[in-house]
C-alpha cells in the first residue's frame, strides 16, 4: 500500500548563508495493506521528517514515494488533495482548526468532505467523541481551549472518522491517561484488521510492541549518521 | 479533468514596470488557490487580471463556460465579460462599500445579482434573499436595512451572500478578512470554508495572511515584484518552503 523507494532530501536556508542540510539519502520501506510499522531512531535523526515527505508536506527531492496508485513525490497539488481526502489520512501531534469551529464538526469534517451526509456525519463524529472520553458538554464548543490531552484526543477522533486505507500516527499516545491510551491503541487495532496500512512514531515503547509488526530504523536514512 | 481556469504566460506592466509577468497556472473545479505576497507584490494586478477588471498586456485567461468551453476572456467582448461577472464569477472585495450598494437594503443587494440573471419574481427573490441571509447567519428582521447600518463584518458577510447567490463557479476574494476583527474573522474563515465545501466552489484567495491561507486554500502561489516565486500545495509550501523569499516570509510571522 505504502512504498518509499530510494528517497532523499535537504533543506537549503536561503536566509542563513545558504547552509544546505541533507537529512535523508536512500531511504526506503514498503508497508502491506493490515500492516503497523514503527519508525524508530533518535531525535533528530528524520521520523517525522520521512512522514511529511508521505503525507506530501515536504518536497521530496529524489525517488518515489507511492501511496495506492499515486507518487506523492511527484504529484501535482491536487492529487495529492485527492490522495488525503481518500486514501492517505495523518493524525499530527497537534491540532489546527479554524477558531469558533464546535468540536463535533471538527470531528465530522473528513466525512463530509468524502460526501457523508451531514447528519450521519454528526452521529459517527459523536460515537468517537464519546469512546475517546470527550464529555458530551464540550461537543458544541470550540477545542481550541481543551487541555493538551483532550486536544490530541480530538485530533484522533478525526484522523480515525474517516476510514483512510493508509494512515500515518505521529506519537498517538502521547500525553495521554492509561484509560484512553489504552481506547486509541484498540482503535489503531480495529484499523489494522480492516486491512490500513499505518505507519507509525511511537516513544511509547510498549504501545510499540503491541501494535507494530515490523520496526525501520531511519538512522540508516541520515547522511553522515549511517553506519 | 478539464480545468476552471486556465491562465498562460499572463502579464501586465505599469509603463515601465512590472505590474505582473509571466504568471501561468491550471484551477481545477472544486480547488481553492491562495496569492501570498507583501504589499506591491503584484497579486492584486494579477486578481484584477484573472477577474475582468483589468486588461492584461499579455497572455490568455481561459475559463470552461457552461456552453462553449475553454474561453479566453481577455479576447472575448466586453458583454460577454460582464454576463460571466454577473452569473459564473463572483468578486468579494476588501472593502464591502466597494462591492455592495450602500444606500439599497441588505435584501435589494442581494436581490439585485439575481435580477441581473432575469429573476423577475418578487417573492421568489426575496425568500432567496432571506435564505442566502440566513446562511451568513443575517437575521430576517435586517432584510430591510441599509448596509450603513451594518457593522464590519456583517458588511462583509451580507457582500459574500450578494456574490454566491447566483451559485457561481469561481470566486475571486481581495483579502477576504483584511481589516476585520479575529473573532469576526474567524466566523468568515469557517463560513467560507462550509460553502465551499457543499457548493463545490472554486477560490482564488488574494491576502498576506498565512494563518488564513493554511485554513482556506488546498494550494498557494507567493508573489515577490510582480513574479510567482513559488507554487505548491499549502501546507508543503508553509512547512517546507524552497525560495528564499517564502522561507522569509514564513519565519517572519509572529507567533501568538
Redesign the interface.
Known amino acids: 500500500m505504502i512504498s518509499v523507494e530510494n528517497v532523499s532530501k535537504s533543506?537549503?536556508?536561503?536566509?542563513q548563508g545558504s547552509t544546505v542540510i541533507p537529512v535523508m539519502a536512500g531511504a526506503s520501506l514498503q508497508v502491506a495493506a493490515g500492516e503497523c510499522v514503527a519508525l524508530v531512531g533518535a531525535s533528530g535523526a528524520g521520523k517525522s521528517t520521512l512522514m511529511?515527505m508521505i503525507y506530501?508536506?515536504?518536497?521530496t527531492a529524489s525517488g518515489r514515494i507511492m501511496v495506492g496508485d499515486t507518487d506523492v513525490a511527484s504529484a501535482a497539488?491536487?492529487e495529492?488533495?485527492a490522495l488525503r481526502r481518500r486514501t492517505l489520512g495523518y493524525v499530527s501531534q497537534f491540532l489546527?482548526v479554524?477558531?469558533?469551529?464546535p468540536t463535533i464538526d471538527v470531528v465530522a469534517e473528513p466525512l463530509?468532505?468524502t460526501g457523508t451526509g451531514a447528519d450521519e456525519a454528526r452521529a459517527q463524529a459523536a460515537t468517537l467523541l464519546a469512546r475517546l472520553n470527550i464529555p458530551e458538554r464540550l461537543w458544541g464548543l470550540s477545542p481550541t481551549t481543551f487541555s493538551g490531552g483532550e486536544q490530541q484526543r480530538v485530533n484522533i477522533a478525526r484522523g480515525f472518522a474517516f476510514a483512510y486505507p493508509a494512515l500515518l500516527l505521529d506519537e498517538p499516545t502521547a500525553s495521554l491517561d492509561p484509560t484512553n491510551r489504552a481506547t486509541v491503541l484498540a482503535m489503531v487495532q480495529e484499523a489494522k484488521a480492516r486491512g490500513a496500512a499505518i505507519i507509525g512514531i511511537f516513544h511509547d515503547h510498549a504501545a510499540r510492541e503491541a501494535l507494530c509488526d515490523r520496526q525501520v530504523d531511519v538512522t540508516g536514512f541520515t547522511p553522515g549518521l549511517a553506519a | 479533468m478539464t480545468p476552471l481556469l486556465q491562465v498562460e504566460n499572463l502579464a501586465k506592466y505599469y509603463g515601465a514596470r512590472i505590474g505582473c509577468t509571466d504568471v501561468s497556472f491550471d484551477l481545477?473545479p472544486g480547488?481553492v488557490m491562495g496569492i501570498v505576497g507583501e504589499s506591491g507584490s503584484g497579486k492584486s494586478t494579477l486578481l484584477n487580471c484573472l477577474a475582468g477588471h483589468l486588461r492584461p498586456d499579455q497572455g490568455a485567461v481561459r475559463f470552461a463556460t457552461r456552453s462553449d468551453g475553454l474561453r479566453d476572456t481577455v479576447t472575448m467582448s466586453e458583454p460577454e465579460r460582464r454576463m460571466l461577472g454577473r452569473t459564473d464569477w463572483a468578486f468579494v472585495h476588501q472593502h464591502a462599500r466597494d462591492g455592495l450598494r450602500m444606500n439599497v437594503s441588505a435584501g435589494g443587494n442581494v436581490g439585485e445579482r439575481l435580477m441581473a440573471v432575469n429573476a423577475r419574481h418578487y417573492g421568489d427573490i426575496r425568500e432567496q434573499a432571506i435564505d442566502w441571509l440566513g446562511r451568513v447567519e443575517i437575521t430576517q428582521d435586517r432584510i430591510d436595512d441599509r448596509p450603513t447600518a451594518f457593522s464590519g463584518g456583517m458588511q462583509q458577510r451580507l457582500q459574500i451572500a450578494r456574490n454566491l447567490v447566483t451559485g457561481p463557479r469561481l470566486v475571486f476574494m481581495d483579502e477576504p478578512t483584511g481589516g476585520l476583527d479575529?473573532?469576526v474573522q474567524?466566523?468568515l474563515?469557517?463560513l467560507l470554508?462550509g460553502l465551499v465545501?457543499d457548493m463545490g466552489l472554486s477560490a482564488i484567495i488574494v491576502t498576506h495572511d498565512l494563518a488564513v491561507v493554511?485554513?482556506l486554500a488546498?494550494?498557494l502561489m507567493v508573489m515577490k515584484d510582480g513574479h510567482v516565486v513559488e507554487t505548491?500545495?499549502t501546507?508543503?509550501v508553509l512547512?517546507?518552503p524552497?525560495?528564499?523569499y517564502t522561507?522569509?516570509l514564513v519565519?517572519s510571522v509572529l507567533q501568538v
Open positions: 533543506f537549503t536556508l536561503h536566509n511529511r506530501g508536506n515536504y518536497l497539488p491536487r495529492v488533495i489546527r479554524v477558531p469558533r469551529v463530509l468532505l | 481545477y480547488e479575529v473573532s474567524a466566523r474563515l469557517d470554508r465545501r493554511r485554513l488546498d494550494r505548491g500545495l501546507d508543503q512547512d517546507d524552497q525560495h528564499g522561507q522569509l519565519s
